[in-house]
């Protein structure tokens, strides 16, 4: 069982909020609970961030107070130890059916609501497919679950060479390090060992077979201005699950749970109000 983090019950220095983290599933994951009753929504973070994204969403400064939800740290993020091996959104979202299944999830035969923030997205929509059952609908926001239209960018001349020379052994792991750091991407030059590994397989996942398994409500709620995964990414996976309403924000970019919370937050309860 993972030891909580030195600040858990105390203060966050990252948000100076007074905040008490829990242990989930014997401590495969850390979280906060917010609310009373039973779980009725559970809050999946983007990469590099945490579950103290959705607290003006769902928690108690959240419009109409919090609801009964439950926000994890993802493995390797937040106070979560990071995954014992090179997940992909799959092995997150099975992680997360653990959590549920572990005590901390609704009573039996009672679905939730899963908001998913980009990385929180793929693994909503994979948990969704697995585990229908524990699926009531989704919420989904800067989801890159589908093309955006984009041609990707090929690596810079200087790069390849040097990514050539380093599998030969010319190029030593200090300097291909360097070359990462120049020309990465911010998230890969900000993720470390096995993390950088866990990235590069999730960015080239495709989810067309994840989102033909998707039964349940789906609420999309896309800032026009998401610089990270245009509007036309929304209107692809809306396209593909029959069950899917979007909500345009004008002006918001990709951190919608920071920018738009009420919109979010207006999603969520219309989502547990197409709950079966």
Do not use: K
């Not at 959104?89 to 039996?108: E, I, K």
Request: with cysteine; charged share 20%; net charge neutral.
């Amino acid at each position: 069982m993972a030891e909580p983090p030195a600040w858990a019950g105390a203060a966050d220095p990252r948000t100076s909020l007074a905040r008490v983290l829990r242990s989930l599933a014997d401590g495969a994951m850390f979280g906060e609970r917010w609310g009373e009753g039973p779980v009725a929504v559970v809050a999946l973070h983007g990469w590099r961030r945490t579950h103290g994204d959705f607290a003006a969403v769902l928690g108690p400064g959240a419009p109409g107070g919090p609801l009964p939800a439950l926000a994890p740290d993802l493995p390797g993020f937040g106070a979560t130890p990071e995954p014992p091996a090179v997940w992909g959104s799959a092995q997150y979202a099975a992680a997360v059916a653990g959590v549920l299944d572990g005590g901390d999830g609704p009573p039996a035969g009672t679905g939730v609501v899963v908001v998913g923030h980009s990385l929180g997205a793929r693994v909503a929509v994979h948990l969704a497919a697995q585990r229908p059952e524990l699926v009531a609908a989704l919420v989904l926001t800067g989801a890159p679950l589908a093309p955006s239209g984009r041609r990707p960018s090929a690596p810079p001349p200087a790069f390849r060479a040097a990514r050539a020379l380093h599998r030969v052994g010319i190029v030593s792991d200090a300097r291909m390090e360097a070359a990462r750091q120049r020309h990465g991407s911010a998230d890969y030059r900000a993720a470390r060992g096995r993390m950088r590994e866990v990235l590069v397989r999730i960015v080239n996942e495709r989810y067309d077979e994840v989102l033909a398994a998707v039964h349940c409500p789906v609420e999309l709620v896309w800032g026009d201005d998401d610089g990270d995964v245009p509007l036309s990414v929304a209107e692809a996976i809306r396209a593909a699950v029959p069950e899917a309403r979007l909500t345009v924000c004008h002006g918001a970019g990709h951190l919608t749970p920071l920018t738009v919370p009420a919109a979010l937050r207006a999603a969520t309860e219309r989502a547990l109000a197409r709950r079966p």
